[in-house]
């Protein structure tokens, strides 16, 4: 698979995902049916299947690895930090407030990983 389809199909994964993750937050938030559904289920582990496959092949492809490159690195850390956020704001949250501050502080990190994909810089602001 050529470097262009890769990177499309990674940050058309990270986009679905995002608003996926998004919209869940809301409905949740919202107490909607819509969190009950089978495909509201199944759809996200596909995407983000999607998207951790297309993340390997790139980083095998441009030779880039985390713990090797610094801005690599970040990202990684910014996903798990990512995904332990979604966790805590989509199921773990013990009350509303802390999954509503769980998932607006996901937002930040998501858009701190875009940044660091963007400028493969692990330092945004030096």
Known sequence: MSFLLL???????????YIL??????????GTPV????WVKIVPHFVDTLLLVSAIALAL???QFPFVDSWLTAKV???????????VAL??????TIRILSWLAAQVV???IVLVA?????????
């Open 91 to 96: 199921k773990y949250g013990k009350s509303k």
């Open 21 to 30: 993750f998004f919209l869940r937050g809301i409905w949740s938030f919202m």
């Open 118 to 126: 963007i400028f493969h810089s692990a330092t945004l602001f030096s």
């Open 77 to 87: 850390i910014g996903v798990f930090l990512y995904i332990g956020l979604g966790l």
């Open 61 to 63: 492809t441009i030779h």
């Open 7 to 17: 990177k499309g199909l990674h940050i058309t994964c990270a986009f679905i995902s």
């Open 110 to 112: 998501f858009v701190f």
């Open 35 to 38: 969190m009950r559904r089978k």
